[in-house]
């Protein structure tokens, strides 16, 4: 809790911490010191001294050197993989065609990369965390199932953990953009939303056997990311899909197949989007509708189609006070909240109901990888 609230308001001082958490100030300065001596926390600078006087506050502030995790997005077509400091400040990045090999070796040969270009900065690395297409037990490690990959019930997290003696993670693509906007607003305390995910899979790609747009939706509520009773919430089709059809939606092959190129067939696909959308949105109730990918890069056309041809949807969005809102459509981004995951999980409080299996990012372990870390160094 004390570290959260460091995460959340650089700059705040003991006092503030044990007046918001209700806590006695002995037991702030015992946790603060801990933090200190392990090199996660550090003493910034004197505040304004209170109005009747007394010690001026130290305020204190997360270093940015205590450790860093690696961001890893695997698609068919291709990779994106990023470091980031616990402030979300990228060290390292990269975007790149598939290696040659096996699911396996394209993760390793990925890593090492990453492991390499981490050589030149001396900040200990405390995770992997890789965000892929399909159903993903987040919880335990498991790829469920990836139809792009032709994987099913593979335990991802077990695989590589021993490996690189670190945590390793794997999440959905469009469940590591909500833990990107969680991080991203951790601020302003948004908790319930959904993020719409929208990227053209190439013809090209190695894996895979179906080309045009993919759709993945993220969901928030109360501050973590739903994953469903099967892990598989998020998962999209829309209102015109039927069971015969083979993709997310019952557009014909001539639409979903020029989306790219042609205006016309991009407005189709977006008021069938959204059309399915205005239920969802509706039944549940988010604060926020945040639109990643293709949504974003396009969102001139988007907001002007969805003028047109789905008023619903804003009238919608204006009866719910919901917000939509595009993001800055960074092709870093999934790569960027699968590292920002392990951050959240690690400042955040565990649930009651939480088994030891489901402690993702433990305070300790921290501890000893960014110690031994620095002393590599």
Same mark, same amino acid.
């Given at each position: ?13 003991? /006092? ?135 994987l099913q019930d593979y335990a991802f997290a077990k695989s590589f953990s021993a490996k690189y ?66 892990? $598989? ?55 926020? /509708? ?13 907001s002007s189609i969805l003028e047109r041809r789905v008023p619903q949807f804003g009238a919608l969005l204006d009866r719910s006070a919901c917000a939509f809102t ?25 649930? $009651? ?25």
């Amino acid at each position: 809790m004390v570290a959260q609230l460091l995460w959340r308001n650089p700059g705040i001082s003991r /006092v503030e911490i044990a007046r918001q958490l209700d806590l006695y100030r002995s037991t702030v300065s015992n946790i603060i010191n801990t933090l200190i001596e392990n090199g996660v926390v550090f003493e910034e600078k004197e505040g304004i001294a209170m109005p009747q006087g007394g010690r001026k506050p130290i305020c204190l502030g997360l270093n940015p050197n205590f450790g860093c995790v690696a961001g890893i997005e695997i698609q068919p077509s291709g990779y994106h993989a990023v470091v980031i400091d616990v402030f979300g400040t990228a060290l390292f990045s990269a975007e790149k065609p598939l290696p040659e090999g096996s699911f396996p070796e394209i993760i390793d040969l990925t890593i090492v990369e990453i492991l390499a270009a981490l050589k030149e900065f001396s900040v200990p690395l405390l995770a992997i965390c890789v965000g892929v297409p399909g159903i993903v037990d987040m919880s335990n490690g498991i790829i469920v199932k990836s139809d792009p990959f032709h994987l099913q019930d593979y335990a991802f997290a077990k695989s590589f953990s021993a490996k690189y003696h670190v945590p390793v993670m794997v999440e959905n693509d469009a469940n590591c953009l909500a833990w990107l906007e969680l991080a991203n607003n951790r601020g302003d305390n948004i908790k319930d939303f959904i993020c719409v995910n929208a990227e053209y899979q190439s013809k090209e790609a190695r894996y895979g056997d179906r080309s045009g747009m993919s759709v993945g939706l993220g969901v928030a509520f109360g501050g973590s990311v739903f994953s469903g009773s099967k892990n $598989a919430a998020g998962e999209f089709v829309s209102l015109s899909w039927r069971k015969e059809g083979t993709g997310q939606t019952g557009l014909p092959p001539s639409v979903m197949g020029s989306l790219e190129t042609d205006a016309a067939a991009f407005e189709e696909w977006v008021v069938d989007l959204f059309s399915s959308l205005v239920p969802v949105v509706s039944v549940l109730d988010p604060e926020t /509708v945040f639109a990643h990918g293709e949504l974003a890069r396009r969102a001139t056309d988007v907001s002007s189609i969805l003028e047109r041809r789905v008023p619903q949807f804003g009238a919608l969005l204006d009866r719910s006070a919901c917000a939509f809102t595009f993001s800055n459509s960074s092709t870093l981004s999934v790569a960027t909240g699968s590292a920002q995951m392990f951050f959240l999980h690690l400042f955040s409080v565990p649930a $009651a109901s939480d088994n030891a299996n489901q402690i993702l990012a433990d305070w300790d372990a921290v501890f000893r990888m960014s110690i031994s870390g620095r002393q590599a160094q």
